[in-house]
């Protein structure tokens, strides 16, 4: 189940966020209007680059995840045209945005995440933070990683070398399997 946050001011942007995920919606539907801080990761991705698995990374080493916030306002500008992802903290918001270049190996993207909110700047540092590492690890070009799952009373004894990479729900528990490197 999820909840819906629209954003206060001009245009259609909302927030997507899961139940189990901790929303101050208050702070959060004016968040947009508020200074924001944009720094840009070095990291590219080029044509036919799956953003999944940076996505799926994010939400298992952010502490509150990651949400959907699609839509269109001035000012906005999410890394895609049907919106961006998010990560949360508190009354604070970091999306993920795009700029395009060239370099020897031709066109690309670069990732870059913008903060607003309350420690805006704090959460997109620690965003960038934790894509420079997904990067460093390998990226789109490690292996892709596993997945275990289990129900019931049985999902207290699948467990993982890194805690980051359990997803905890209500009846169930998915460890995702990040393959080392090196």
């Excluded at 049985?154 to 209500?170: C, E, G, Q, W």
Aim: charged share 25%; proline share 5%.
């Amino acid at each position: 189940m999820y909840t819906l946050v629209p954003m206060a001011g001009e245009g259609s942007v909302r927030l997507e966020t899961f139940s189990e995920q901790d929303v101050d919606r208050d702070a959060l539907r004016t968040v947009l209007d508020r200074q924001q801080t944009k720094i840009y990761t070095g990291v590219k991705f080029r044509q036919g680059s799956a953003w999944e698995w940076l996505y799926l990374y994010l939400a298992c080493v952010l502490p509150n995840g990651l949400s959907r916030l699609p839509g269109r306002r001035p000012g906005f500008t999410p890394h895609f045209g049907w919106g961006s992802m998010a990560a949360l903290d508190g009354g604070s918001l970091a999306y993920l945005t795009i700029r395009e270049g060239e370099d020897e190996k031709g066109r690309y993207w670069e990732v870059g995440v913008i903060g607003h909110g309350e420690d805006g700047a704090g959460l997109a540092e620690r965003v960038v933070h934790e894509i420079r590492a997904w990067d460093a690890s390998g990226g789109n070009d490690a292996p892709a990683p596993g997945f275990r799952m289990t129900v019931a009373e049985s999902r207290d004894r699948l467990t993982a070398d890194d805690p980051r990479f359990v997803v905890d729900k209500p009846y169930s528990r998915l460890v995702v399997d990040w393959a080392r490197q090196g």
